[in-house]
């Protein structure tokens, strides 16, 4: 599984900034370093709308068609992924949950099945069956590819939702990474969440 950035507003901080302050009308208080500790206490206060107005782009490699159907799930979020329907899925990869890959016997069946249901699509294709229709046959471990866009807020939700201890693993591995990220290029928008690398779950402020 991979994360990377693709689009980040530029000066996303000032931009929030700037716009918070239009609800207050106190721009005479910008200044040098003064968007940290304005975000900050927007988002003590709850006022997470202003957070809109910044936006961050990612391409998620490696991961399961079950992690992208709970992200698409999220509406407020704009996805393009790779397609089953025009990109042939011969020898396709998939992603091996960790509770099969504990088990030798499971792992085995696991694999052994994967393998049959590849052999399967080829077969299909090569009869004449269409890409869209073969697909039919796919499991939801079948890797895939897949860019999101959100907005800060949004990214704060799913950072919330998706990375907290109850969340998969592997969706939780992916925000993990979106937040480690977020964290470094734009902190004081995402200052009061933490990655708590023992357990691999994001936890919040107050949350502990």
Do not use: W
């Not at 990377?4 to 000032?14: D, G, N």
């Not at 500790?37 to 991961?63: N, Q």
């Not at 499971?106 to 869209?132: D, F, H, N, Q």
């Not at 704060?156 to 990220?181: N, Y």
Request: net charge positive.
């Amino acid at each position: 599984m991979k994360v990377e950035l693709i689009s980040l507003t530029p000066a996303a901080a000032r931009v929030i900034e700037e716009a918070g302050r239009t609800c207050y009308m106190s721009f005479e208080n910008m200044g040098p370093g003064s968007a940290g500790e304005f975000i900050r206490r927007i988002i003590r206060a709850g006022h997470l709308s202003v957070l809109e107005h910044a936006s961050a782009g990612f391409r998620l490699s490696g991961v399961s068609r079950s992690c992208t159907h709970q992200l698409v799930r999220h509406r407020l979020c704009s996805f393009s992924q790779r397609s089953q329907r025009y990109v042939s899925e011969k020898g396709f990869k998939y992603v091996e949950p960790g509770s099969v890959s504990v088990s030798s016997e499971a792992s085995g069946l696991y694999r052994k099945t994967m393998e049959r249901i590849s052999e399967a699509y080829s077969e299909l294709v090569k009869m004449g069956i269409p890409r869209e229709e073969a697909r039919y046959l796919l499991p939801n471990g079948c890797r895939t590819e897949i860019v999101l866009t959100a907005n800060f807020r949004q990214l704060r939700h799913m950072i919330e939702l998706r990375g907290g201890p109850r969340a998969q693993r592997e969706i939780r591995e992916v925000f993990i990474e979106i937040l480690r990220i977020l964290r470094e290029k734009v902190p004081e928008c995402f200052c009061d969440f933490s990655i708590d690398e023992e357990e691999k779950v994001i936890r919040r402020k107050g949350d502990e």
